[in-house]
């Protein structure tokens, strides 16, 4: 019987274009891309830790579209029972972004917009569960200040991490840091969004792919081997499928 | 043992003044509004109508929201492996209208924005279920051709059909037609958005509930009361749930 055809990886610089072709002339825009890589972040929150046993959840977001899958994943996991807090010391200043935070705001869900070291470590004591959307397929190390501080303390922490489209810190095409506090951060759950990054080599955890939105246009340009999705489900779980070489 | 409480109704008025709000004070983008609602729809037909049974889906839009639900429907369709087909007669020109079918177009979904009896009732003889996104809680009667006509052509099929928001030629407050060819029109199953609308008292069959974003703050300016959605579900079924009365 052969095996499963091995996924696509995607560069930094090829998630870039692609990402920059979804909403050229793919004609998405960010809104509605957003909430369906958001949303698909909640779900998978939701399929790894029901809310009965991991209800405060603390989403720490970054200051670019990473910060704002998070923020839309922390909406939707107040609709499924969850309790999250969002940690946002970086906040956006695009219309976009405080809409978002309007919307949290409106369901009561605390954002903290200020970073001191007391309150991220009093907030990570009252959390259950971490959603890691930091830094997406854009970052590029070195990880500044406060956000090596705040992954640090995560690390520490010792709680389960949910990492969005890459574990945060990690170098998107070479994996993780090689050396300092971070060198051994490993998330316990990833979901990859459009396709997983080379970095995906290196990790070794729960692996989902979500971000059901990639067209057949776009798929074929980039000759991108992607897993079916079950029925109607906006995430699949690509656990130790075989990934390309880029 | 109580029964579950009543599921509050929207007026015609009340409904358009709550969407108003979403997208101001709520600070919603209609993007987002539209993706979620849209994606419910598709939930609602892969739940009652898997594809291996009735891939070949006509969607049909109004020039209107209810339209555009549909296109996004259309659209989370393909992923899951239906063939739908898009009869749009009466395009709306705003730019999200033509993304959407740009999206659509991508996917090699064909999309028809010309009416004429015969391609119509062609379009029908090749479907095995109708989506009709034609008119939502804005509609208000006469039903204006060509949509009559198509409207008319969809009972005479006999085609199952999933109706968006509302059953379309159904006054928002009063329910079906008194009168003419459309007197008999009942779909088959129907979804409503942010909360049932009076005529739903007339409505009899499979129900249900889609638009999970409705705020904590417009659920308490509103006094609404709406049933618990299941898990990360987007959609839930109200069948024969009590419904308040207005």
Redesign the interface.
């Known amino acids: 019987m052969p095996g499963k055809p091995a996924i696509s990886l995607l560069s930094a610089s090829v998630a870039k274009a692609l990402d920059g072709e979804l909403m050229s002339t793919?004609?998405?825009?960010v809104?509605?891309l957003m909430?369906?890589a958001g949303?698909s972040v909640?779900?998978v929150v939701?399929?790894e830790y029901p809310s009965s046993s991991h209800a405060k959840v603390l989403v720490c977001c970054g200051p670019g579209n990473n910060g704002g899958d998070g923020l839309v994943a922390a909406r939707?996991l107040w609709?499924?029972g969850y309790q999250p807090t969002v940690y946002y010391p970086k906040p956006s200043s695009p219309d976009?972004y405080?809409?978002?935070c309007?919307?949290l705001e409106?369901?009561?869900i605390p954002i903290h917009t200020t970073h001191t070291s007391d309150l991220f470590h009093q907030l990570l004591k009252q959390s259950n569960l971490i959603v890691d959307s930091l830094f997406g397929f854009s970052f590029k190390g070195p990880v500044r200040e406060p956000f090596g501080e705040i992954l640090s303390a995560i690390v520490d922490s010792k709680l389960h991490v949910v990492s969005v489209d890459a574990p945060s810190s990690w170098e998107i095409d070479e994996g993780p840091q090689k050396e300092g506090p971070l060198k051994n951060f490993n998330p316990n759950v990833l979901i990859s969004l459009t396709a997983p990054k080379p970095c995906c080599n290196f990790y070794k955890g729960k692996h989902y792919l979500g971000g059901?939105?990639v067209?057949?246009?776009?798929k074929e340009k980039y000759h991108l081997q992607l897993p079916p999705?079950p029925?109607?489900d906006q995430i699949v779980d690509i656990t130790d499928q075989p990934l390309a070489t880029v």
Request: hydrophobic share 30%.
């Open positions: 793919g004609a998405f825009s809104d509605q909430e369906l949303l909640s779900q939701y399929r939707h609709q499924y976009l405080k809409r978002l309007k919307q409106d369901l009561d059901r939105f067209s057949k246009a776009i999705y029925g109607m």
